[in-house]
């Protein structure tokens, strides 16, 4: 076939993709226009409002004009935004807490996830699902479980339980942001501690801001710059629990997923460039907005993908280990402070 024949051919089947993807992508934009418009005006977490639009439009989700763009936005466009996130976080920002803050927040991260796992089995659930709320949990809330979930091996119950982790961390989040700067004043904790307890602990980064700034604007720093070293480990974290599903799959669970999938190469590369300062500001505030609403976008598809009636099925197990994951965090988080400031 001549080259102008292939190219041809190469136009008519994108331009049939595309004609084919816009209408649910249209859609998921829309929805997510919609949850931030309603969370500017009225306060209430943008992810959490996505999510309950993209519920109540949940029959788009079903086989129809919109289905395929749907799934295109709460599978692909939800791994671009994870990736472009990198640019948010560097090297500079995880060494400026010192060794000791985030060797804490490292250990929360790691204990939580095997308390997930533990509990899980005790009270009869699956480690997918365990590492998924975890994960969730001890990372960045939703955006760490869209990650998660891309690289745990898919099942029937797969977008069931993001959607249900989607919920519980923003749900739980927003009860710890009023809940926490109440428990930190009572405490007696000062500024810079109650912030880092914050950042430590709350799940999303919109509710710490929330929850920082309540108390005064050098809490509201502190919290923020501790929750961006949280976000730091998404990366590494997303890789081990890539590897450990290969070995698993290796061992007769099912087909073997990428060693290091592409949207953790491309959140690696570009923390890697904002490490040396070679993304310009404005285009690192850019990247940062567009993930923001690529994830959004993506959780409104999510939840337009999943029925609702499945979720409310899970039972009442599923609430008390992602709510037992928030305590334990917590928990561990305000013991780690204690014992840094007694060694102060």
């Not at 976080?89 to 995880?94: G, K, N, T, W, Y």
């Not at 927040?105 to 089995?121: D, K, N, P, S, W």
């Not at 801001?209 to 720093?221: C, M, N, Q, Y």
Request: hydrophobic fraction near 60%; proline fraction near 4%.
């Amino acid at each position: 076939m001549p080259l102008a024949e292939k190219f041809t051919a190469l136009l008519h089947q994108k331009k049939g993709r595309l004609q084919a993807l816009w209408p649910g992508v249209i859609v998921a934009v829309l929805v997510a226009i919609a949850a931030q418009f309603l969370s500017d005006h009225y306060g209430a977490p943008a992810m959490l409002l996505a999510l309950l639009l993209g519920i109540a439009l949940n029959f788009l989700g079903e086989p129809g004009k919109a289905a395929e763009g749907i799934g295109f936005t709460a599978r692909t466009v939800l791994r671009f935004g994870v990736a472009i996130l990198g640019a948010r976080v560097s090297a500079e920002l995880l060494m400026s807490l010192g060794w000791e803050m985030i060797a804490l927040l490292l250990a929360g991260t790691v204990a939580t996830i095997l308390f997930g796992v533990a509990l899980a089995r005790v009270i009869g659930q699956g480690p997918r699902f365990a590492i998924l709320t975890a994960g969730a949990v001890a990372i960045c809330g939703a955006s760490a479980a869209m990650a998660i979930a891309a690289v745990l091996p898919k099942d029937e119950r797969s977008e069931r339980n993001l959607l249900f982790t989607v919920l519980g961390v923003t749900v739980l989040s927003t009860i710890a942001m009023i809940a926490y700067p109440i428990l930190t004043t009572a405490l007696g904790f000062d500024d810079v501690t109650a912030g880092a307890f914050i950042g430590a602990t709350v799940h999303d980064v919109a509710q710490v801001v929330g929850a920082g700034f309540s108390i005064s604007d050098t809490a509201g720093e502190t919290s923020t710059l501790v929750k961006l070293i949280r976000v730091t480990f998404l990366a590494p974290i997303v890789v081990l629990i890539a590897l450990w599903w290969r070995h698993q799959a290796a061992e007769g669970e099912g087909g073997r997923p990428p060693l290091i999938p592409g949207f953790v190469l491309g959140f690696l590369a570009l923390a890697t460039l904002n490490s040396f300062a070679l993304i310009p500001e404005g285009i690192g505030g850019f990247l940062a907005a567009l993930s923001g609403w690529a994830l959004l976008a993506a959780i409104a598809a999510v939840g337009m993908k999943t029925d609702l009636k499945n979720v409310l099925s899970l039972g009442p197990g599923p609430l008390v280990l992602i709510t037992a994951e928030t305590l334990f965090l917590a928990a561990l988080v305000l013991a780690g402070i204690s014992f840094l400031e007694l060694q102060m």
